[in-house]
């Protein structure tokens, strides 16, 4: 297996799926690995990876995402995570895989990153900083004025380096993220190690 899966999975699913920069890095421009969030912090991980059926099968790769998708949750006495789909992709030597999250906190323990979502004065309660080289779309820096009305706003603070598909529109970025409309952010080219996005409600 290539890459990426070698880095998202790192310290989860063991050796034959060390998830690394592959789902983001196919030829195809919509074969993209993105996280989608929805207002209440729900998440659809939709996961692109090149797949060599001489190392594993579609059915051999379920299976073990099941496995670790079982142990993560019997752990915490709930669903945090479910299986949504692992398909073939017809036309290519990939596989797409989508899972589900209950929270961005369940999300950021499986795959061993960071990820915040919730208000800009939750996030400052919770110890973060907001970075003061966020800027808006024509490229200008966020003030403490801006940032004092954005308080009540919802922040994404992550090192993860996915496409996010954001649930409100997004106001504030960090350098290098490619803004591709309202409410999508591609972070792999961002210069900053902890990305921040903050959006519009």
């Known amino acids: 297996m290539n890459g990426f899966i070698m880095k998202r999975f790192v310290g989860v699913i063991s050796a034959f799926m060390l998830l690394s920069c592959l789902f983001g890095c196919g030829s195809d421009e919509g074969q993209l690995t993105t996280v989608a969030l929805d207002k209440n912090g729900k998440i659809t ?12 099968d579609v059915t051999e790769l379920t299976q073990m995402t099941e496995d670790e998708i079982s142990s993560f949750n019997a752990e915490r006495l709930t669903e945090k995570i479910t299986l949504d789909a692992v398909d073939k992709i017809s036309d290519g030597n990939a596989v797409k895989m989508v899972l589900k999250f209950a929270t961005p906190t369940d999300y950021a323990e ?21 970075s003061s080289d966020l800027i808006d779309e024509n490229g200008l820096k966020i003030n403490s004025d801006a940032l004092e009305d954005n308080k009540d706003n919802h922040i994404i603070i992550t090192k993860d380096r996915s496409v996010f598909i954001t649930p409100y529109n997004i106001v504030y ?26 959006l519009s409600k």
């Open 173 to 198: 970025s960090s350098n290098g993220v490619s803004l591709k409309g309202k409410k999508e952010a591609v972070l792999s080219s961002s210069t900053s190690e902890e990305i921040q996005l903050i």
């Open 110 to 130: 499986f795959n061993n990153t960071v990820l915040y979502y919730g208000t800009v004065q939750d996030a400052l309660d919770r110890g973060y900083s907001i």
């Open 45 to 56: 991980n939709t996961i692109y990876e090149d797949f060599g059926e001489e190392y594993y």
